[in-house]
């Protein structure tokens, strides 16, 4: 928010340099990005704080002067010149502004017109040149006419752009004053927070700056009676949904005349980034710029011809969806049906709290003026202006909350610039509708929370002391302050959450830089594990120290982009129900996911011909709907991907294979035993999206923890991949966390020598590996420690649907060296098990 010094000395006094000023809002949370000066000098320093812009004026070459004359050009239709005093001499100045032409011939004028004057020699910026550029006054002649000095435009002063006439000074300005003394200025541009739009206006910013100066805040008062007729019988108000708009207040001012507003008026709006439009549209503005209440004109004899007859009724409701209406900006709005409408019995008038409509707006022929000052509900507000992407000075006021009690104020006050502006009649009182109060908290702050949250030894009086300024309303009671929330803020909470916004307001209005450093002198808080989250990260660090990179996908899909993996191969079409976005950044963002593993295969696809080898992994949630109830499940889940080479390339790998099921099958045994867990299985299965007889479900005990396999060629083909492979697993991370033993147990290293063999077996061909294995591991007993499958082969020697199965077994005993014929013992009780029940034998 751009705000002028002249404006904010209206409201409390002001003696500190500009550095200096900046330095204290920006302290105190109104953070000042710039500073650009009109005509002031600029403090010139290798450690200025802030960035300082603009142009400062000669005070003795640029001063205020007065037209008593204008002249034709005896050459050219399109110049004329001046007949001009600065206050010590008189002087005939050439100028082509258009805003002299109606002057132009009149003779000496009966009042003589108030303008900048630029000397020769005087360094301006050059208005008619694209950008900034700086130009100095030389004498010249123009159409046989000798030029050394000129009359300005708010552009060659720096004011604004404007360029096309000279500045109108307002009649008491004094001629030959230093223009720099009369309308110098700097112009301080803040950032806003969202929590501090209650200064989001003059009134606001010089608030501050009296409290922290401790300098009385001068509010504006009306000055003008009303001494017009009563409102009432002229125009109702009718609010139908209080929780969208708590307040709406009218006044009104008839006998207007279509006039400029004072120039003074005119620059403190462009100062502050506004256009100066008329008297009766720049009093709106002005007064929203002063007080931060948003406001809006209508033109009351429109609305009387709207209706025919009788007095108007303004209503407030919603739209109807798809309802339109043509905004100031002369733009069709196609609305929500949950945009609020400023309406009468025949249609809208205007978007509440965003923008006027065209039909009702002020113009030249405007007399009477209906003024509303209404409060919004800023969450509706802020929806409807993104939705019809039409950001304006009101809404951005409005979508972060504006105070009801300011109102009734902000009203009167904008009727009395109008009746001083634009003359006019005010009626006496005001149509105010005020169904749901807005509610001012009231907290209660102990010395003792002082020195707890902020660090510091104030006593009760020194805290009502600070609070006071900002109008809060403080009752002390022994050690304790009771604090009244003034009515302008709505950003103060209850209970605990109330005493941190006060003590917000302690610590700004006390100074963040004059709290001192201190050591915790607290008791340290007890430090508390947290399982769940230690073991996730477990996870993360076995499967990064097995070459597979973490990733992180938006939660938020689409249902066809999760349907290349979720659908049946069999493209049969199953509904999903989603968790669904009332307001998604996109439509491709407007669900929140049900599969992690569609978020990492869209990955690798985006990746897959950027590495000859990817290993990706995710961990996060999935949000399931559940029936009666307003929030979804969200189990967390670890998706795997992998696809390409089995080792990066290099000059010694000649036959590098592409990776396959068993090195997914190979890291999550490494996970399994990396997590210490027990009676860990893997049984083939045939599951959705996966290849047939290249799928397996992974267990640990009775407790099924996902499934791995290979793509199904045809979920594959909806994705753009290459022909290597691709590997996949979907585990449910919640029982994979939860079969974690608390304890496990890690065995002395052996002081007995092992005894090693081998066991060739042939078996049926559809027979499982694993199962053949965990045969022998039982029957083994404690004294097999382990058994490794070494070689499967395959030949017609050892007869059709036959393979063989080669296992190295390891022997060892705790307590002693195993002899042979303990180990035979052993052999031929595993041999026997496994012919008898499995049909199983032994290769010679």
Known sequence: MKVPLSWLKDYVEIDLPLDQLARLLTMAGLEVDEIHTIGMPIPHSDHNEFK????????????????????????ADRLVLCKL??????????????????????????????????????????GHAAGLELATLKRTKIRGVDSYSMVCSEKELGISDEHEGVIFLDPDAPTGMPLVDYIGDAVFDISILPNMIRNACMIGVAREIAALTSKPLKKPVPTNKATGPTIKGRVSIKI???????????????????RQSPYKIQRRLRLAGMRPINALVDATNYVMLETGQPLHAFDYDVLVKRIGSGQPTIITRTAAEGEKLTTLDNVERILKNYSVLVCDTKGALSVAGVMGGLESEITEGTTTVLLEGAAWNFINIRKTMSYLKLNSEASFRFARGIHPALCPDAVRLCLDRMAEWSGGEIYTDLVDEYPLPADDPVVMVTTEDVTRWLGIELTAKQIADLLSPLEFICKVKGDSVEVQTPPYRLDIGEGIIGVADVMEEIARMYGYDNIPATRLIDEMP?????????????????????GLQEIITYRMTAPEREARWLQPVDASVKELDYVTLQNPIAMDRRVMRRSVLASVLEALEKNARLSDQLKLFEIGQVYLPRENELLPEEPRRLSIALSGRRENPAWDQKNNAAIDFFDLKGILEELGEGLHLEKITFTPISANGFHPGKCAAWQCGDVPLGVFGELHPLIKDRYDFLQNPVLAADIDLEALLQAIPELHTI???????????????????????????????????????????????????????????????TYQSPDRTMTDQEVAQIRGRIIKRLEQELGAKLRS
């Open 52 to 75: 300082f812009t603009g142009l400062e004026w000669d005070r003795e070459k640029i001063v205020v002067a007065r037209i008593d004359e204008v002249m034709p050009h005896p050459n």
């Open 85 to 126: 005093n600065d206050g010590q001499i008189d002087h005939v100045v050439l100028t082509g502004a258009p805003n002299l032409y109606p002057y132009k011939g009149q003779g000496q004028l009966a009042e003589p017109i108030k303008v900048a004057y630029a000397k020769e020699g005087a360094v301006l910026y050059d």
């Open 240 to 258: 139908t949904t209080p929780e969208l708009n708590p307040r709406f207040t009218v006044g009104m001012i008839a006998d207007c005349q279509h």
């Open 526 to 546: 007890p430090q508390r594990n947290n399982p769940p989250l230690e073991l996730e990260e477990l996870v993360r660090d076995i499967l990064t120290k097995f």
């Open 747 to 809: 065995d002395s290293v052996p002081a007995y020598p092992p005894v090693l063999e081998d066991l060739a077996l042939t078996v049926d061909e559809s027979l499982p590996a694993g199962k053949v294995e965990a045969m022998i591991r039982q029957t083994g007993g404690k004294n097999l420690v382990d058994v490794t499958l070494f070689d499967i082969f395959r030949s017609t020697q050892i007869g059709e649907g036959k393979k063989s199965l080669a296992y190295s077994l």
